[in-house]
């Protein structure tokens, strides 16, 4: 599994959003690493890591052990990270995610709620899809299949992913994210939205996390809006609700300093 690393400090694990990879978190990352360990991985097909698992422990995966790619599902990503601590030697870290990075990271949760210390939520949310929302996802991974991603996607998304402030007066960062889009490998695409449309449910996984909990909403995000974010606040029994203004629904790229500046005096009180 390919991962970008660099700080020292507490161990934060940040995963991805959708369509895009572990350079979102740059941004984020050089503005924490004077206190944390920052580690951003490529989630399974996306960016440098691989869809087959192949190297998703660090060393050549036994070809039984690759039917996953077959089988899409956020709890197999879930099982790439955990692999991950294990070869970092990491028995406990902060944990963070972003979208589909939340997904995954509920479900990492979900499976081994004694790694986490402290869970970090960034414009994700709690439900499963609804029948509509599967379906959209089915098509986008067929059309992707049947036409690649080029333009299309990045078109698409764009609008959704990023706060009316961003796309209206920052170019560069609206460049920024369509360059990463547009650099996601067709087939883990496909993969990662069949894997979310059959996510379960995991307000329940959230009410029994008893470490410390921060959500963070974009007031600009129309895909996770605050309404999402404070029924998951509401759920965690010490959840922190953080809203940030001229943000969508990718904050380290679209507001930096202010998430930063958000994270910072909580990450000093999680106790890894």
């Known amino acids: 599994m390919h991962y970008i690393e660099s700080g020292a400090g507490t161990p934060l694990v940040l995963l991805h959003a959708f369509p895009v990879d572990a350079r979102m978190w740059n941004p984020l990352r050089v503005r924490l690493e ?25 060393l050549a995966t036994p070809p039984e ?29 902060v944990l963070g995610g972003c979208s ?15 790694r986490v ?24 991974a067929d059309r ?20 009316a402030t961003t796309r209206e007066n920052h170019p560069e960062i609206v460049a920024a994210v369509r360059d990463l889009i547009e650099s996601q490998p ?3 695409v496909a993969w990662a939205q069949r894997a979310m449309a059959q996510r379960p449910d995991c307000l329940d996984t959230l009410q029994g996390f008893e470490g410390p909990a921060m959500v963070v909403v974009g007031e600009e995000d129309t895909i996770t809006p605050t309404a999402e974010a404070r029924r ?12 940030l203004p001229g943000s969508g629904h990718l ?13 910072r005096p909580w990450l000093s009180r999680v106790d890894v």
């Open 232 to 243: 998951m606040a509401e759920a965690l029994p010490r959840g922190e609700l953080v809203e």
């Open 186 to 188: 067709t087939e883990g």
């Open 65 to 93: 052990e690759r039917l996953v790619a077959e089988t899409p599902s956020v709890d197999v990503v879930a099982a790439d990270i955990l692999a991950l601590l294990d070869e970092l030697e990491l028995p406990r870290v």
């Open 100 to 114: 589909m990075g939340g997904y995954v990271a509920s479900a990492l949760l979900r499976a081994a709620p004694q």
């Open 117 to 140: 210390a402290g869970l970090l939520l960034i414009d994700t949310k709690a439900p499963a899809d609804t029948d509509a929302e599967r379906a959209k996802r089915g098509d986008v």
């Open 251 to 263: 904050p380290s790229m679209e507001a930096p300093e202010a998430l930063a500046e958000a994270v």
């Open 34 to 58: 004077d206190q944390a360990r920052v580690i951003a991985p490529d989630q399974r097909g996306l960016g440098e890591s691989s869809l087959d698992g192949s190297s998703a422990h660090g």
């Open 144 to 163: 992707a299949e049947r036409e690649g991603t080029a333009q299309w996607l990045s078109e698409a998304m764009l609008p959704a992913l990023l706060g």
